[in-house]
T-cell receptor, first 115, second 118 residues
Framework: GAVVSQHPSWVICKSGTSVKIECRSLDFQATTMFWYRQFPKQSLMLMATSNEGSKATYEQGVEKDKFLINHASLTLSTLTVTSAHPEDSSFYICSARSTSNTEAFFGQGTRLTVV | AQTVTQSQPEMSVQEAETVTLSCTYD???????LFWYKQPPSRQMILVIRQEAYKQQNATENRFSVNFQKAAKSFSLKISDSQLGDAAMYFCAYRSSWMNFGNEKLTFGTGTRLTIIP
């Protein structure tokens, strides 16, 4: 199956700093990437959808200036959490899909802790 | 908007027995995809099984099978011969079909935590 690599697996940052999370499709071209947030013992909540070369589409209630998404190539998308605060601490998961795939493939997730 | 409902927050089953996880959904679309994903403690989302709405035949993947009732908008997952490694959170998910470009996101249910009793 297709492989999606997410990095880092976990990160701790100080309040007020920014942190970048990378999502790479290793063996296919990801025309669409999705970023999710998952709180403990809860489901995945879609934050935004990004298509290569265009601006991301954010879900209602997600601050686009706080969660910057870049999808500059067919194999890489990044999520930058700017001016992080403790309430941004969460598990972030990306998934990627090509036009030839019915399903999206998931990265292993990133646990962000803001102290 | 589509919604996915999983009414069983937790389920448990004896090892080697069979368990069925329930999922219902609401949509006005006629063509779509349904998925079951497994999220073990590692939190890696793993695709278990997929069903295309236009296919009447229920999907099967080894010990995993679904009961897809399109009219009832029901999509249950049956796990046969349960194994310890099946312990995980299971999410039901919905996705619009290829023809609905721009609406390709997955809508997830709230999940069912499955415990396997040795």
């Amino acid at each position: 199956g297709a492989v999606v690599s997410q990095h880092p697996s976990w990160v701790i940052c100080k309040s007020g700093t920014s942190v970048k999370i990378e999502c790479r499709s290793l063996d296919f071209q990801a025309t669409t990437m999705f970023w999710y947030r998952q709180f403990p013992k809860q489901s995945l909540m879609l934050m935004a959808t990004s298509n290569e070369g265009s601006k991301a589409t954010y879900e209602q209630g997600v601050e686009k200036d706080k969660f910057l998404i870049n999808h500059a190539s067919l194999t890489l998308s990044t999520l930058t959490v700017t001016s992080a605060h403790p309430e941004d601490s969460s598990f972030y998961i990306c998934s990627a899909r090509s036009t030839s795939n019915t399903e999206a493939f998931f990265g292993q997730g990133t646990r962000l802790t803001v102290v | 908007a589509q919604t996915v409902t999983q009414s069983q927050p937790e389920m448990s089953v004896q090892e080697a027995e069979t368990v069925t996880l329930s999922c219902t959904y609401d949509t006005s679309e006629s063509d779509y995809y349904l998925f079951w994903y497994k999220q073990p403690p590692s939190r890696q989302m793993i695709l278990v099984i997929r069903q295309e709405a236009y296919k009447q035949q229920n999907a099967t993947e080894n010990r995993f099978s679904v009961n897809f009732q399109k009219a009832a908008k029901s999509f249950s997952l049956k796990i046969s011969d349960s194994q310890l490694g099946d312990a995980a959170m299971y999410f039901c998910a919905y996705r619009s079909s290829w023809m609905n470009f721009g609406n390709e996101k997955l809508t997830f249910g709230t999940g069912t935590r499955l415990t396997i009793i040795p």
